[in-house]
């Protein structure tokens, strides 16, 4: 697990809100949850929830830095509606029962206004019912398998059309006709390949085997060695966390090669290459939104104060990027609501944009999904990322794949 370099600043502070100042006092749909946010002070509280231990804390622990420094800027801008911002952290623990109870005290304890976090779909899923009973907003920054949404949940990552469908599409314009399935054994995985397959049996696209992992995984000699035999044209990788560490070291000891055999991942960014080992991926694919090599002013700013705050030699990465820019779009919609209150939020939404290192990025109000460039990208022996191929144009979010007769009666 590497270094936690958040601050100990920013851990749990007392919260004083018992008889204490005003109250926004909105209910949601299907809520009758009073909200105990207290906007009396100068000060706002949030929450930032990510997994700073555990298998996931590979991944996890600069999306919350990267959570940390979109405050830090806001603040030192003057903060939203003028107060600034109170981060209350806390240790999602790679345990989607944990994410649950933490995200629980976070609403109801320690009376935050959003809450900012999640990376895998089992996480998400552990609490979103506690949103949506409990009224209050959860700004989730990982792209994941679709087929779902939420009035209390702002998706900042990319939906199923915005980087597995183009993925699959810059693939079958490559000539690939067959896939090797690889992933965690948990939802997102096993949701995303249903869609791939869908996608295979429409387009032509022979599935040689699918094979799946538990997190935390670091036994990959068989499933590595039914890949070899298999000789698809491509793998296709939705393993998350440290697991990809075991399962690349195996491939590359296989003598499988990029150039032979490519894997395509979904969720090894800039931060996971250096765990991996550069001269394991060297070469291989991966497709995202956002990668630190992006050529915009706003990626060069993003980079610049990222590294100043948390080293010259972290990379930036997609999670990173799109929890960046929750915090950003949080605050753009408060303000456009003049409002904290989750009623107000909701209903100010659609159509609230930022220029978000990746580009602009809008919210649309009907799914609270975000538009999205789709990059594919190939790892460098620097250990970064660069787009070999780009969607042109921010992709409208579909989680529900409603624009593709092939997706018909997913679930």
């Given at each position: 697990m590497k270094a936690i370099t958040i601050p100990t600043a920013l851990a749990l502070s007392a919260v004083?809100?018992?008889?204490?100042?005003?109250?926004?006092?909105?209910?949601?749909?299907?809520s009758?949850?009073?909200?105990?946010?207290?906007?009396?002070?100068?000060?706002?509280?949030?929450?930032?929830?990510?997994s700073l231990t555990g298998t996931?804390?590979?991944?996890?622990?600069?999306?919350?830095?990267?959570?940390?420094?979109?405050?830090?800027q806001i603040n030192a801008a003057g903060g939203v509606m003028g107060k600034k911002l109170?981060?209350?952290?806390?240790?999602?623990?790679?345990?989607?029962?944990?994410?649950?109870?933490?995200?629980?005290?976070?609403?109801s304890s320690d009376c935050v206004a959003a809450v900012f976090g999640g990376w895998t779909s089992a996480s998400r899923k552990a609490m979103k019912p506690k949103f949506e009973s409990l009224n209050s907003l959860l700004y989730y920054p990982v792209q994941y398998e679709g087929l779902?949404?939420?009035?209390?949940?702002?998706?900042?990552?990319?939906?199923?059309?915005?980087?597995?469908?183009?993925?699959?599409?810059?693939?079958?314009?490559?000539?690939?006709?067959?896939?090797?399935?690889?992933?965690?054994?948990?939802?997102?995985?096993?949701?995303?390949?249903?869609?791939?397959?869908?996608?295979?049996?429409?387009?032509?696209?022979?599935?040689?085997?699918?094979?799946?992992?538990?997190?935390?995984?670091?036994?990959?000699?068989?499933?590595?060695?039914k890949v070899r035999t298999a000789k698809a044209g491509a793998v296709f990788n939705t393993l998350n966390g440290d697991s990809n560490v075991a399962f690349f070291r195996e491939y590359a000891n296989a003598g499988l090669k990029a150039a032979d055999m490519p894997v395509v991942s979904v969720s090894i960014a800039e931060e996971e290459v250096g765990g991996v080992g550069v001269q394991n991926v060297a070469g291989q694919l991966t497709a995202w939104n956002y990668y630190q090599t992006v050529d915009t002013p706003q990626n060069k700013a993003f980079v610049t104060a990222y590294k100043a705050a948390f080293g010259a030699n972290k990379p930036t990465s997609d999670p990173m990027e799109a929890a960046y820019t929750s915090v950003y779009l949080w605050k753009a919609t408060v303000e456009k609501a003049?409002?904290?209150?989750?009623?107000?939020?909701?209903?100010?939404?659609?159509?609230?944009?930022?220029?978000?290192?990746?580009?602009?990025?809008?919210?649309?109000?009907s799914n609270h999904h975000i538009t999205k460039t789709a990059r594919i990208g190939e790892i460098h022996p620097?250990?970064?990322?660069?787009?070999?191929?780009?969607?042109?144009?921010?992709?409208?979010?579909?989680?529900?794949?409603?624009?593709?007769?092939?997706?018909?009666?997913?679930?």
């Open positions: 004083m809100v018992a008889g204490c100042g005003s109250r926004d006092s909105d209910t949601a749909s299907g009758n949850a009073k909200s105990c946010v207290d906007t009396s002070k100068d000060t706002i509280k949030i929450g930032s929830l990510h996931m804390a590979i991944s996890e622990v600069t999306v919350a830095n990267a959570t940390k420094l979109a405050v830090d109170e981060v209350v952290l806390e240790d999602g623990a790679s345990d989607p029962k944990t994410f649950a109870e933490k995200a629980e005290k976070l609403i779902e949404d939420s009035k209390n949940i702002f998706y900042t990552g990319a939906t199923t059309n915005q980087q597995i469908i183009p993925a699959l599409d810059y693939l079958v314009q490559k000539g690939v006709t067959s896939l090797y399935l690889v992933g965690s054994d948990y939802v997102f995985p096993q949701t995303a390949n249903r869609e791939i397959k869908a996608y295979a049996k429409a387009h032509g696209i022979e599935i040689k085997g699918e094979d799946y992992a538990p997190l935390g995984s670091t036994d990959f000699s068989t499933i590595v060695n003049k409002s904290f209150a989750v009623a107000d939020i909701q209903q100010a939404a659609d159509g609230v944009s930022f220029d978000a290192p990746e580009g602009t990025v809008t919210i649309d109000g620097d250990g970064l990322i660069y787009t070999v191929w780009d969607s042109g144009k921010a992709i409208q979010p579909d989680p529900y794949l409603k624009n593709y007769d092939w997706a018909k009666g997913l679930k």
